[in-house]
């Protein structure tokens, strides 16, 4: 009996942290089909779909989006170029300096965000480079890499070393290996890495406020207007872009399956 | 189906060029650094494997088995000597320009590829047409039994299935040698036994030359053409299978392959050309063929199965040894006794159950043991 009630508990348990999770989700979705007829558009007033068209009505707040684009578009593919490349070295070679990488590695994790916004600035005023979308890459770069070493390094960790010397002694050469066996065998590790940086690239605002110079990305230019109001079209681009990082997840989930 | 069929007879063999050898190893050592200490995992091994020979390497955990064939393989470089290949000397060729292929203990199937595509993956790095592939592969992987599972992922087969595709993408490449780790290791006793009558036939079918690593005697007994025993970096012994049980070189070798009977004692004289050796405790010990002089001490090896017990003195023209039964094991086809010397040491004898399966001694008798002059085995220790 106390199991059944036990067993009734966690179900109602776990649907309520789910309702608690999916709230501003489904809050988001909801407000980008607001009729709305005022400035702001935080109360109900009906249902209509012309915020999908007028997507692109507003020219800065599509600017700041095209810019928050191309920086995580950027800078998930250079972090995870590194960050695979840092990865494989850690998680395989014993070499001089590997075990300060993964200290940094963990550190530039654990490190808030407002120090690292703060400290890029004050190197970019002292190296006196120009602020813009440039910087906010570069800063991209370093505060997702960490996370796509340590999703790959726990790949490699778990690979057995004796099937990249499989491939060498079937006759491929270091970079055929690299590409047939050694690349497929860690890339659920480098597709789980390069979501995180795009995740962590496409909504970051601390870090970006800091080394933006006179450039908007999509979450400074949500920030600025509102006091303003925000317009529906933020809701409506909100939608996209969390139904296509929903997409990649599950696809990588399948692939991942599929593969393992 | 292989051009150099070895085993062809001597018919085939050309009168001319006598044979090179498939594998040399000349004095080969290799040296790791371990905690800023250097390790001799491999300390001088020599040795020369003929085309188309079931050849193993035998010993215990950490012998260097692995470091010896992973130097053929040319995944280390020796630290000195030199490894040949078919007279080539290949010491600094890299993995992939070696023509011998490794089965992996793990087996180390690609686990993104099935089956197929596993066993094509070195056939393909060597730009073989898609027609050759098709048929090599399709050859191959009837050798090793698997028609049929040729879409199959790794992980959607069993442990035997497994290693059969191991085999199998090693084998297609028809490569000069295969080595094999331990390849049987981590299936169980009865698949282990099956995969070795497997391999035996599957090495006289296509007559590659194999070289075999494991650590259980039986198994490199049963298979092998030659034997190299190897004990901490070094060759003990390197004979056939027979020789290596019948006549152990050394006292390891006695001890590791089967059970046997260490005897010490001095030589008391020579007559009608066996050594005599006088025991402590009266009685004899007689060794064929020694060339040792009186006041030798030496050590005597005696297989359990080559002992007769018996109540009464044995015949002259044998080794005669007086003792007390201290214990008798039923073993179905025959029994194990466990006989007390007078000075303390305790030998063993397999006496087989033929007609009458009550034992011929019981606990606490006092027995003689003897056997052939022949079946002591002088070795160096
Ligand atoms: N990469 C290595 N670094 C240091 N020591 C090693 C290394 N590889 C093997 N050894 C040592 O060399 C010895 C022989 O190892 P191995 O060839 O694997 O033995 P086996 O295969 O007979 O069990 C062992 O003592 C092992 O610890
Ligand atoms: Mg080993």
């Known amino acids: ?260 | 189906m292989t051009e150099t069929q070895a085993g062809t007879g001597e018919a085939m063999a050309s009168p001319v060029a006598p044979q090179v050898p498939a594998i040399e190893l000349d004095g080969v050592v290799k040296e790791y650094l371990a905690n800023g200490e250097v390790v001799q995992a491999v300390k001088g091994v020599t040795l020369s494997i003929a085309e188309g020979e079931f050849f193993s390497l035998l010993g215990p955990s950490g012998c260097g088995k692995t470091t010896t064939m992973r130097m053929i393989a040319g995944f280390e470089d020796p630290s000195r000597g030199v490894v040949r290949l078919h007279g080539r000397d290949v010491t600094n060729v890299p993995p992939n320009r070696r023509d011998v292929n490794m089965v992996f203990q793990s087996y180390a199937l690609f686990p993104h590829m099935n089956v197929w595509e596993n066993v094509a993956f070195g056939l393909r790095r060597r730009k073989t047409p898609e027609a050759e592939i098709k048929r090599r592969v399709g050859e191959t992987l009837e050798i090793v039994d698997l028609v049929g599972r040729e879409k199959r992922r790794p992980r959607e087969m069993s442990g035997g299935q497994q290693q059969r595709v191991a085999l199998a993408r090693a084998l297609v490449n028809r490569p000069r040698a295969l080595l094999l780790d331990e390849p049987l290791g981590a299936l169980d006793l009865k698949l282990r036994q099956a995969m070795q009558i497997e391999l035996k036939r599957i090495q006289r079918e296509v007559g590659i030359t194999f070289v075999y690593v494991t650590h259980d005697q039986s198994e490199a007994l049963t298979m092998s053409d030659r034997i190299a025993v190897m004990h901490d970096g070094l060759v003990e012994q390197l004979a056939s299978p027979r020789e290596i049980y019948e006549r152990p070189a050394t006292a390891f070798v006695a001890g590791f392959i089967g059970t046997s009977n260490l005897i010490r004692g001095t030589v008391d004289r020579v007559e009608s050309g066996n050594a005599v050796l006088a025991l402590d405790e009266g009685g004899r010990v007689l060794v064929a063929e020694a060339s040792h002089r009186a006041g030798d001490p030496i050590t005597i090896t005696v297989r359990p199965e080559k002992i007769t017990i018996s109540t009464e003195e044995p015949a002259g023209g044998l080794s005669a040894v007086r003792g007390t039964v201290s214990e008798v094991v039923y073993l179905g086809l025959y029994n194990s006794y466990a006989v007390r010397l007078a000075d303390g040491a305790e030998v063993t004898v397999f006496q087989q159950n033929a007609l009458d399966s009550s034992s011929t001694a019981e606990r606490g008798d006092a027995v003689w043991l003897s056997w052939q002059p022949h079946h002591s085995y002088a070795i160096g220790s």
């Open chain 1, 1 to 260: 009996m106390t199991g059944k009630l036990g067993d009734r508990l966690l179900h109602g348990y776990t649907w309520l942290i789910i309702a608690w999770l999916t709230a501003p989700i489904i809050v988001m979705i909801m407000f980008g089909f607001n009729d709305k007829q005022s400035k702001s558009n935080t109360s109900w007033q009906g249902f209509t779909f012309r915020w999908y068209g007028e997507l692109f009505a507003d020219s800065s707040l599509t600017g700041a989006l095209v810019n928050s684009l191309q920086v995580a578009v950027v800078s998930t593919v250079l972090t995870t170029v590194i960050g695979t490349a840092l990865g494989l070295a850690l998680g395989r070679h014993r070499f001089r300096g590997r075990g300060v990488s993964n200290f940094l590695v963990f550190a530039a994790i654990s490190t808030p965000e407002l120090v690292m916004g703060a400290s890029l600035l004050s190197l970019f005023v002292s190296g006196n480079t120009p602020r813009g979308l440039a910087t906010i890459t570069i800063a991209h770069v370093l505060f997702s890499l960490s996370f796509v070493v340590v999703t790959v390094r726990a790949r490699v960790v778990g690979l057995d070393p004796s099937l990249e010397e499989a491939a060498r002694d079937l006759g491929a050469g270091t970079w055929t290996t690299f590409r047939l066996v050694t690349l497929p065998a860690i890339m659920p590790g480098v597709l789980a890495g390069a979501l995180l940086a795009f995740a962590l690239s496409i909504d970051d605002y601390v870090v970006t406020s800091f080394v933006n110079g006179n450039q908007l990305t999509f979450p400074l230019w949500i920030m600025g207007s509102v006091k303003v109001g925000i317009p529906p079209q933020v809701n409506v681009m909100g939608t996209l872009i969390f139904g296509i990082g929903v997409a990649i997840a599950i696809a990588n989930a399948v692939a991942s399956r599929r593969r393992a």
